[in-house]
């Protein structure tokens, strides 16, 4: 016969001494560092563009805390970040990637490439491996050649480049349609009868505005943590260089900017 | 000489003698707070025309004992913010500490040096997001309201024990994001809203919110502390709820003296 203490503590008897009051016993209380205030963030990647866009509603439960919450930061050098998740995380985050970023301009005189900027996040959410920020970050830039680059990351640093993905909690809403409208998945050349799959290229970024848009409206109809209003950041390449411009250290060849339109609020 | 690095760089044991290492062995755990204590209920917060108006009552509770019916849960920070805190009231005095020591730290008036809302609330914001990343929070939920005296721009901003911050032009803490917000919305839906709203009306609507918490909200009291931000200043008082009408609780079964 098993002896009481090969049992798990939950299966043992209560020695006969012990107080029958929950009151004699320690009580262990649970108070949880994190919540969740919802919303959806969304980037595109294009030949010369950066398509990033965040819904501007924060939530708590069922309490919609202020519909006019950015998502989307511009964290210098021509790169732009977007957070979802817990805002408290994904602020303090967005402060900590500008901060560094501004260090790396001091440091090494010139603007940190996205690349570069990629691997340095991945390091900051890895150095909280075992107190993660709560939150799915989406860096947006520029590339070397101009061409727009999206990374993608898991909470802890994980982190690969891409054309399209969606985050937050209307990601699983969202996802499938940009295989179908940004990556032409289950699409055919009309008339070859199913045989012949279309080929994703090049979205002019106008098409894929109107994507975007019609994502978030879409994922407003059916998740109550996403609506508002629509935050959508482009990052295009600036004009060339003008004679004043030619010593500006603050010129990085790209251009944001921001557009606020509205989304359903019930 | 000492070959090992990790003596180098500190005092030789054989001039001062061995590290005394005793105070790290406390005889006491650590401690954290692990749930709220004596409590303060909502606190509203409401962006008008050329300032903000934000109200607290005055009752801090013990679990659902009126404990204490003489708080004041709002409190001014400098010439031109008012606090209010809801939530565990020794963390929201400890804080009241922390403010004062900040103010004459850093407000330099001479030298046109202050601390308006936004600088308080940014400053309670790190200091409630760095407790909470200790797992010991500062149990309180806070509103940060204030008016910039040059441009009587209002600023009203929420910021909670897990550090989460936000703005609207119509703020409530507590239960009154469940039962004011819904109200004060209705009038206040965004900022354009705000720039048309009165200061009389916003009296009024804080007024209205404050008695559907003292109808609805078992924690609340009849007295309350408001407090209006401007441009020139702070201006302060206390306000009793008055014509109250329980006439409705005649239709709730079980309440008072029915025979059911």
């Given amino acids: 016969m098993a002896s009481s203490y090969m049992l798990p503590y939950a299966q043992q008897a209560p020695p006969s001494y012990a107080h029958p009051t929950e009151a004699s016993q320690p009580r262990q209380h649970h108070w949880s560092p994190y919540t969740e205030n919802g919303g959806v963030i969304l980037g595109i990647a294009g030949k010369d563009y950066v398509i990033l866009a965040g819904d501007t509603r924060s939530s708590e439960g069922y309490n919609i805390n202020t519909r006019t919450a950015r998502k989307v930061f511009s964290v210098g050098s021509g790169l732009i970040l977007g957070v979802v998740g817990m805002s408290a995380d994904g602020e303090e985050l967005a402060r900590k990637v500008t901060r560094k970023i501004d260090d790396y301009k001091r440091n090494h005189d010139k603007h940190i490439t996205v690349s570069a900027a990629a691997v340095m996040l991945s390091r900051i959410l890895y150095q909280k491996r075992f107190f993660p920020y709560y939150c799915q970050p989406l860096l947006g830039g520029l590339d070397e050649n101009g061409v727009g680059a999206i990374y993608t990351y898991d909470y802890v640093g994980s982190f690969e480049r891409e054309q399209s993905r969606a985050f937050g909690s209307a990601a699983a809403l969202i996802t499938p349609f940009l295989d179908n409208q940004i990556n032409l998945k289950n699409q055919f050349v009309p008339g070859s009868n199913g045989e012949q799959p279309k080929q994703a290229g090049d979205l002019p970024r106008a098409t894929v505005e109107k994507i975007v848009k019609d994502a978030f409206t879409s994922a407003v109809e059916r998740q109550i943590e996403v609506g508002d209003g629509l935050q959508l950041v482009t990052i295009t390449r600036a004009p060339p260089r003008t004679e004043e411009e030619a010593d500006d250290d603050d010129w990085t060849g790209a251009a944001i900017s921001v557009e606020l339109s509205p989304l359903k609020k019930d | ?260």
């Avoid at chain 2, 209010?84 to 020591?101: E, K, T």
């Avoid at chain 2, 705000?194 to 008695?211: G, I, P, R």
């Avoid at chain 2, 931000?229 to 309440?255: C, H, L, P, R």
């Fill in chain 2, 1 to 260: 000489m000492n070959q090992f690095p990790h003596g180098w760089g500190r005092p030789r044991d054989d001039v001062y003698g061995a590290y005394d290492a005793s105070y790290l062995n406390s005889t006491e755990p650590v401690t954290h707070t692990q749930r709220p204590i004596v409590t303060g209920t909502s606190v509203l917060g409401v962006k008008f025309k050329d300032g903000v108006i934000i109200a607290a009552d005055n009752i801090a509770s013990y679990g659902s004992l009126a404990r204490y019916d003489n708080v004041e849960r709002l409190l001014q920070v400098g010439t031109h913010t008012v606090i209010g805190a809801g939530g565990d009231i020794s963390d929201m005095q400890y804080l009241h500490l922390l403010l004062d020591n900040l103010l004459i730290r850093e407000q330099y008036p001479a030298d046109d040096h202050h601390l308006y809302a936004p600088q308080v609330h940014t400053y309670l914001s790190r200091v409630l997001y760095q407790r909470r990343n200790k797992f010991d929070p500062l149990w309180n939920s806070i509103l940060t309201a204030g008016a910039d005296p040059k441009t009587s721009e209002p600023f009203l901003s929420y910021v909670d024990l897990r550090g989460t911050t936000f703005s609207a032009p119509a703020l409530a803490t507590g239960f009154g994001a469940h039962l004011a917000v819904p109200i004060l919305r209705r009038y206040v839906p965004d900022d354009a809203a705000a720039e048309a709203l009165t200061q009389e009306d916003a009296e009024k609507l804080v007024e209205e919110c404050m008695k559907v918490l003292w109808y609805r909200d078992a924690r609340s009291g009849v007295t309350y502390s408001w407090a209006v931000i401007k441009k020139d200043g702070v201006e302060t008082g206390n306000k009793k709820i008055e014509n109250q009408s329980w006439k409705f609780a005649e239709m709730i079964k079980g309440y008072g003296a029915q025979n059911i």
